[in-house]
T-cell receptor
């Protein structure tokens, strides 16, 4: 069974500081992993994805994530936070089912950026 | 932009009434999904479709039904709405082709059941 745990429902960082959002997964198959961002009153936007190629994945808006099999982790980072990064972030794992590819989401981490 | 629209965007309804939410896509994607988003739960899959007239249940399907009579439209019906179905509902599609399995989401429908 697939599941995702996001540690910390709320994270606050100062503008210009490192952003680190944590995601640990459980999967019965080699996982496909995703990070999505949600701005207020909007849908989810794909930030980046891991699909068994390079373990360090770069996404949009300067974010990146590293797949670590030994730690079953896929943490999201950004070297320098910007005010526009304030949003809710969701980690998800795919069940890589026979075509349907259902995603299992974590409960989300709300990022606040302090000026 | 994956060409996904949802209607209505906001709806308030009374307990016991039927409600239908519509998801429309313009790019002929085979796979479509309905999720609900609730605080503390993230997104949870309600139903999904893998083609016209082909649907299956997700994690939280009780109290919901779906239909897909055309590739472009995926309807979610609450037969008799309850207050526990107050939520934000998102439709998604899986990008066709390749093997990366990412999903793209619509703007959401905020449903309030009073």
């Amino acid at each position: 069974a697939q599941s995702v745990t996001q540690l910390g429902s709320h994270v606050s960082v100062s503008e210009g500081a490192l952003v680190l959002l944590r995601c640990n997964y459980s999967s019965s198959v080699p996982p496909y992993l995703f990070w999505y961002v949600q701005y207020p009153n909007q849908g989810l936007q794909l930030l980046l994805k891991y699909t068994s190629a390079a373990t360090l994945v770069k996404g949009i808006n300067g974010f990146e994530a590293e797949f670590k099999k030994s730690e079953t982790s896929f943490h999201l980072t950004k070297p320098s936070a910007h005010m526009s990064d304030a949003a809710e972030y969701f980690c998800a794992v795919s069940d890589r089912g026979a075509g349907a590819n259902n995603l299992f989401f974590g409960t989300g981490t709300r990022l606040t950026v302090i000026p | 932009d994956a060409g996904i629209t949802q209607s209505p965007r906001h709806k308030v309804t009374e307990t016991g009434t039927p409600v239908t939410l519509r998801c429309h896509q313009t790019e002929n994607h085979r796979y479509m999904y309905w999720y609900r988003q609730d605080p503390g739960h993230g997104l949870r899959l309600i139903h999904y479709s893998y083609g016209v007239k082909d649907t299956d249940k997700g994690e939280v399907s009780d109290g919901y039904s779906v239909s897909r009579s055309k590739t472009e439209d995926f309807l979610l019906t609450l037969e008799s709405a309850t207050s526990s179905q107050t939520s934000v509902y998102f439709c998604a599609i899986m990008a066709s082709g390749g093997a990366s399995y990412e999903q793209y989401f619509g703007p959401g429908t905020r449903l309030t059941v009073t």
